[in-house]
């Protein structure tokens, strides 16, 4: 395998995983897969009919397609509820890890 085969392999399970940054005792979440927010978007698309949770799914979508707007998002979410975003923070993580 060539470096650059073996470099391109590695880029594609690294853009598989969540990373988590930790600053501090700050965790954030710096980047989510992008086939997650597709996924998102297309079941929010799909569960429309009942209402919020299709459109909760969308704006999640959306969110992780629009990495500036996810990094704002994220942050005021952080700071409202500290608990809560920690607690999907740890979720993330648990499964974002290949076995």
């Not at 909760?56 to 959306?62: D, I, N, S, T, V």
């Not at 500036?68 to 998002?73: I, L, M, N, P």
Request: hydrophobic share 45%; glycine share 10%; aromatic share 8%.
């Amino acid at each position: 395998m060539s470096n650059e085969t073996h470099a391109s392999a590695a880029g594609a399970e690294d853009s598989a995983q969540a990373a988590v940054e930790v600053s501090g005792k700050e965790r954030t979440l710096s980047a989510l897969p992008r086939e997650l927010g597709v996924l998102l978007l297309t079941a929010g698309g799909d569960w429309s009919r009942t209402a919020w949770p299709g459109i909760a799914a969308m704006l999640a979508g959306a969110l992780i397609l629009w990495p500036k707007g996810f990094r704002k998002a994220e942050t005021w979410f952080r700071r409202r509820f500290p608990r809560a975003h920690d607690v999907g923070v740890t979720h993330v993580e648990r499964f974002s890890r290949r076995p």
